[in-house]
């Protein structure tokens, strides 16, 4: 479950439902991408401050419902998620560079949402599971963790 984020001078829950299609709408998404996909955003999540509440692939697209904080506008969110893990996959599953003709991972568009924090978090998750014919829960994290704070911030 999302928390409230309390940051030196602010309090904040921003959650956001991302759908990110692969290139030329491709089913690149088998047991090894979902799992390279996981781990990268498990990494990006250690490193930024943003917590993936769910991941979900289905054969040709990702479903992302995330937390951030304010300093990071969608754009900016967006632009972090999809450039790391394509560099990550293509690295990790050479194969997939392959499928997609050695040009990009994802497609140049993209789905955001906002989600409320009371009633509606549920609903997207199961909106998003419903989704597509072969959809995967790669990932879920309902826990209290609020994201960690650098000493050199304390």
């Known amino acids: 479950m999302s928390e409230y984020i309390h ?3 602010n309090v904040t829950v921003l959650l956001y439902h991302l759908v990110f299609p692969a290139k030329y709408r491709r089913a690149v998404f088998d047991n090894r991408v979902d799992e390279v996909l996981k781990e990268v955003c498990l990494e990006i999540a250690e490193r930024y401050q943003v917590k993936f509440l769910e991941i979900g692939t289905d054969k040709d697209h990702v479903h992302f419902l995330v937390q951030s ?3 990071y506008s969608v754009s900016r969110l967006v632009q972090m998620l999809k450039s790391l893990t394509a ?4 690295r990790r599953c050479p ?6 003709w050695g040009g990009e991972f994802w497609s140049d568009g993209y789905f ?9 978090e549920a609903m997207i998750g199961r909106y998003v599971k419903n ?4 959809y ?8 209290s963790r609020c994201f ?3 000493r050199s911030k304390l």
């Not at 995967?136 to 826990?143: G, R, V």
Request: overall charge positive.
């Open 7 to 9: 940051k030196s001078h």
């Open 87 to 90: 560099r990550e996959i293509f």
């Open 112 to 120: 955001a949402s906002t989600v409320g924090k009371h009633g509606d």
């Open 95 to 100: 194969q997939v560079k392959k499928q997609l």
């Open 69 to 71: 904080v304010p300093t």
């Open 148 to 150: 960690k704070i650098p």
């Open 136 to 143: 995967h829960k790669l990932h879920s994290d309902h826990s």
């Open 131 to 134: 989704q597509g014919n072969e």
